[in-house]
């Protein structure tokens, strides 16, 4: 499985981003994906994860603020995440990756909120 995010960068608070994550290889078997947050000293932490279906799920201080969607076609699957009112507490790396048992990490895209 290939995975590629992007999206990320440096943001005011309050302000929006729309991070992408495009999904590749053999992904037949899985039905769900998440969105993870690395920050730093803390271990990766998953943040909203979405269904095949669309059936979406939001972790603590995501509900309301994020919206995770997902996008297939024969090729390829791709996620997103629109991120609003974004906090210092959003900042971090950014990671896609199959839910519940992630496959190998892709690179992921930081994400920094700061005045």
């Known amino acids: 499985v290939q995975l590629q995010a992007s999206g990320g960068g440096l943001v005011q608070p309050g302000g929006s981003l729309r991070l992408t994550c495009i999904v590749s290889?053999?992904?037949?078997?899985?039905?769900?994906w998440g969105w993870y947050r690395q920050t730093h000293g803390k271990e990766r932490e998953l943040v909203a994860r979405i269904h095949r279906s669309g059936n979406a799920v939001y972790e603590g201080s995501a509900k309301g603020r994020f919206t995770v969607t997902i996008s297939r076609d024969n090729a390829k699957t791709t996620l997103y995440l629109q991120m609003r009112s974004l906090e210092f507490e959003d900042t971090g790396a950014y990671y896609c990756?199959?839910?519940?048992?992630?496959?190998?990490w892709g690179k992921g895209t930081q994400v920094t909120v700061s005045s």
């Open positions: 290889g053999d992904i037949a078997d899985i039905f769900s």
């Open positions: 990756n199959a839910w519940p048992i992630p496959r190998d």
